[in-house]
């Protein structure tokens, strides 16, 4: 196997641009997701197209009980990985702040089953002393806002359980990479009001896949939007309040 890569949530469009970033550079792929259907059509696009192995299978995120077999699978079946991306996200209705069942579920997706999957790669990767993981979070886990701060908490929470990660693994050489994208065009965003600035998927892969060749350990995609949280961060609570965001 031609250092295979596993993009978990690889059904998403974002996860779609990496998956053919890297298969353009001769990565062989596992593609995991809860939609077989959809993931058996990606892997022969992207076998077709690139001439890569892609193989995939059924990763549920919020069924942290599997994960340990999941990962084995993938493992056994592509003899090794030399990296893994986390591409999962639910975004969920607005509402769920105000409904914990809708909230919970919010959380399970975005981060309690990414410490549990990516917990496993590290001790995969950690004893070999090579590899990477790409995370994907979000800048509205930078700052809390009424539209949207059940994700955002748990986007936040993912980029803070990454740089925790980062740091258990820097000895190891295994790199962690943490990837907070803006406003990218997807079903995900698909009909939301306010967006400005919306990024190609496509062309947001491509720089996921970038990630590994430069030394950044956080990176925003596009990069102007470090500038923009930057700004939106220093705004003085008092203020940022009452703003309407
Ligand atoms: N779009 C944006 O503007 C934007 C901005 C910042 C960050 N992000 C983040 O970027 C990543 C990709 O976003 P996207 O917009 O491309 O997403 P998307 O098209 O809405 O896809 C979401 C992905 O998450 C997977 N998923 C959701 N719940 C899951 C679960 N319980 N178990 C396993 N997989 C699950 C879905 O797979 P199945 O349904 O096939 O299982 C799908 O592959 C996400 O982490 C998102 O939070 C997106």
Redesign the pocket.
């Known amino acids: 196997m031609n250092q295979p890569v596993l993009i ?10 990496t998956a053919a970033a890297f298969a353009r550079r001769g990565h062989d792929l596992y593609l ?4 077989l259907d ?2 058996q059509r990606s892997a022969a696009d992207l076998h077709l197209r690139y001439g890569v192995t892609v193989r995939y299978g059924l ?5 942290t009980a599997s994960h340990p077999a999941f990962l084995q699978q993938v493992l056994a079946e592509m003899h090794g990985l030399s990296g893994v991306v ?6 969920g209705d607005p509402l769920a702040a105000r409904d914990f069942k809708v909230g919970a ?1 919010v959380i ?3 981060f309690t ?1 990414a410490v549990s999957i990516l917990s496993e790669c590290a001790s995969y990767f950690e004893p070999q002393k090579r590899g990477f993981i790409i995370g ?5 886990g930078d700052r809390g806002r009424q539209s949207n701060y059940v ?1 955002g908490a748990a ?1 936040g929470a993912l980029s803070l359980f990454l740089q925790g990660l980062r740091n258990r693994l820097y000895a190891s050489g295994v790199r962690v990479i943490t ?11 698909f009909g939301l009001p306010g ?1 400005f600035l ?2 190609s ?1 496509q062309d ?1 892969g491509e720089r996921i896949a970038r990630t590994l060749h430069k030394s950044a350990d956080v990176v925003y995609l596009p990069g102007f939007w470090r500038f923009i949280m930057l700004i939106i961060k220093h705004v003085p609570e008092p203020i940022f309040k009452r703003m309407k965001m």
């Open positions: 978990l949530g690889a059904t998403s469009a974002i996860a779609r641009g995991a997701s809860r939609d959809e993931l990763f549920d995120a919020e069924d986390l591409a999962v996200g639910f975004l579920k399970a997706a975005n089953g994907i979070t979000s800048v509205a994700y986007k990837v907070k994208p803006g406003f990218v065009d997807t079903a995900m965003t967006l919306v990024a998927p947001i």
